[in-house]
């Protein structure tokens, strides 16, 4: 298959970053990445804006390191309550999974490190990697939501007891 070298403007899943010079087939350099504005082909004009785009990307990943590291700091503070139905054994009938996203910003879930979904209570922590240099630390709570019940159940033994009142009753006979 004939190659083509070409220099990429912005990134190309798989293939590499903006500025960087690759090889590609030719048909896919002029089926999709030249027309697309993805990438220019490699000409003595084009490797004289190479510096340009070489700073361009540097000023992109410092940005997106900079806010990646800002959520960082805003997941590590955050502290966040999942309230699950659970049964007597306190086993959840529902579970925490990573689509579950209550932080407040917009988080792709492939980035959250969640082996399995969270069906236990307790205080349990995950890994999200916000950038290939940033990893933030999410700790939350899972509660039952039985606990509430169990308090106002506790208040209700200490009211005198009510008659408990017959679903079905009988029906006098009247002569």
Same mark, same amino acid.
């Given at each position: 298959?004939?190659l083509?070298?070409?220099?990429l403007? /912005?990134?190309?899943?798989?293939?590499?970053? !903006? @500025?960087?010079r690759?090889?590609v087939r030719? %048909?896919? +350099? #002029?089926?999709y990445l030249?027309?697309h504005?993805?990438a220019h082909e490699?000409t003595?004009?084009s490797l004289?804006?190479?510096?340009?785009?070489k700073a361009k990307?540097? /000023?992109?990943?410092?940005?997106?390191l900079? !806010? @990646?590291?800002?959520?960082?700091?805003?997941i %590590?503070k +955050? #502290?966040?309550?999942?309230?699950?139905e659970t049964g007597?054994t306190?086993?959840?009938f529902g579970?925490?999974t990573a689509q579950?996203?209550?932080?407040g910003?917009e988080?792709?879930?492939?980035?959250?490190?969640l082996?399995?979904?969270?069906?236990d209570t307790?205080?349990?922590?995950v +890994?999200?990697?916000?950038?290939?240099?940033?990893?933030a630390?999410?700790?939350?709570?899972?509660?039952?939501a039985?606990e509430?019940k169990t308090?106002?159940v506790?208040?209700?033994?200490?009211e005198p007891?009510?008659?408990?009142?017959?679903f079905?009753?009988k029906?006098?006979e009247?002569k």
């Open positions: 298959m004939p083509t070298e070409i220099i403007t /912005e990134n190309v899943p798989g293939l590499g970053a !903006e @500025a960087d690759v090889k030719r %048909g896919y +350099a #002029r089926n030249l027309p504005g993805k490699v003595p004009a004289r804006q190479l510096d340009t785009l990307r540097a /000023e992109r990943e410092a940005r997106e900079n !806010e @990646a590291e800002e959520l960082a700091r805003r %590590g +955050a #502290r966040i309550i999942f309230t699950l007597e306190g086993k959840a579970s925490v579950d996203n209550e932080v910003v988080i792709d879930r492939h980035k959250i490190g082996e399995r979904p969270v069906k307790g205080e349990h922590q +890994a999200i990697k916000l950038h290939h240099d940033v990893t630390q999410f700790v939350f709570q899972v509660k039952s039985e509430p308090e106002a506790s208040a209700a033994a200490e007891e009510k008659k408990h009142r017959r079905f009753t029906r006098k009247t």
